[in-house]
């Protein structure tokens, strides 16, 4: 992590340094990524039994890195979808989510359930070498394999994940597809592995006001919510203002029932002028104070900007 992360920590007090994972926990996992369960080859990147691909309908930016994702749940186990909001996975759940840059494979980041409450995941980050296998690092890196991207820590990973009651990002009902890419996984095919269905979750709006409230909802939402968990401690970044990009699954009936037009407009986005949408000001800024998101990003993403601009472009004042 960067060293004006450091700086932000002792000037923003909703900024702080993210909570040690405890050391005995992250000895629990596996030193190189080949031993996780991901591949049964990992030269060949054969997946192993039981994991499944997948990929969420929005995804968050991390400076222009591609990713691919994958689940691995054990047998005869469900997820507890009775909140749609607030998924709980079994015991044993693996996720992993593999970063590239600039053509370098560079880290393939791993949650591990490793208790029964919502909030019971160990993070880690291993780091690809030449000699094809990736080696966990859990105190990060900067500018991993001579790419501009910073892997982080096993602690900063809780600044995003533990912003949401499930502690996953990217795998619920709002982010996955009703129909998947063949052979991904999807709501479709979800449902043997669920307690309660999941229904269609269409967004409301056009084309362009479903991509915006998608990006939102993706980029923002797990840190500007009203549903974060309670903790008996600080977190390393504690977002004070009310406003929400949320998307739940009882409020897509209409735009007017999402956080975000209930909360934000009026707020940091002003309908139909996005020259005075502070929204826009904090996504075209790596300020150590005001840019966002504060986590992950050091870029500015142009495209990202642009949606949003022509969103707001089309609001009615």
Same mark, same amino acid.
């Given at each position: ?14 900024f702080r ?38 990929? /969420?309908? #929005? ?6 890195? !591609? ?11 469900? @997820? ?25 494979? @560079?880290?393939? &980041? ?15 980050a291993y ?15 900067? +500018? ?7 892997? /982080? ?32 996984? +999807? ?18 709006? *056009?084309? !362009? ?15 500007? *919510?009203?549903? &974060? ?5 600080? &977190?390393? #970044? +504690? ?29 940091? @986005? ?22 966002? /998101?504060?986590?992950g990003s ?13 969103? @707001?472009?089309?609001?009615? *004042?």
């Amino acid at each position: 992590m960067r060293a004006w992360l450091l700086v932000l920590a002792s000037c923003n007090p909703a900024f702080r340094d993210c909570p040690a994972i405890p050391a005995p926990r992250l000895a629990e996992l596996p030193t190189q990524l080949s031993a996780t369960g991901l591949y049964t080859d990992v030269a060949t990147e054969t997946l192993a039994p039981g994991v499944h691909p997948f990929t /969420p309908r #929005f995804t968050s930016w991390t400076d222009g890195a !591609t990713k691919r994702r994958w689940i691995y749940l054990p047998p005869e186990t469900r @997820i507890d979808t009775a909140n749609p909001d607030a998924w709980n996975f079994p015991v044993g759940t693996k996720l992993w989510k593999e970063l590239t840059r600039d053509g370098v494979r @560079i880290e393939t &980041r791993m949650l591990f359930k490793h208790g029964a409450a919502p909030a019971d995941w160990t993070p880690m980050a291993y780091i690809w070498s030449d000699a094809g296998d990736a080696v966990a690092t859990p105190e990060g890196l900067a +500018d991993a394999r001579g790419t501009p991207h910073d892997v /982080p820590s096993a602690a900063t990973c809780v600044g995003c994940h533990g912003g949401t009651p499930s502690g996953v990002l990217g795998f619920s009902e709002i982010q996955l597809p009703q129909h998947g890419a063949p052979g991904e996984l +999807d709501l479709d095919s979800l449902a043997p592995l669920v307690t309660v269905p999941t229904p269609p979750n269409d967004l409301p709006g *056009n084309a !362009t006001t479903q991509a915006a409230l998608g990006y939102l909802h993706a980029n923002c939402s797990h840190c500007h *919510n009203p549903i &974060r968990p309670p903790r008996s401690g600080e &977190r390393c #970044f +504690d977002p004070e203002r009310g406003f929400s990009f949320l998307l739940r699954a009882g409020e897509l009936d209409r735009v007017a029932a999402t956080a975000t037009y209930r909360t934000a407009i009026g707020a940091v @986005i002003e309908a139909g002028d996005p020259g005075s949408s502070e929204i826009l000001d904090r996504m075209q800024s790596r300020d150590r104070w005001s840019g966002m /998101p504060a986590l992950g990003s050091e870029q500015v993403d142009d495209r990202g900007v642009e949606l949003i601009r022509t969103w @707001i472009e089309q609001l009615p *004042n």
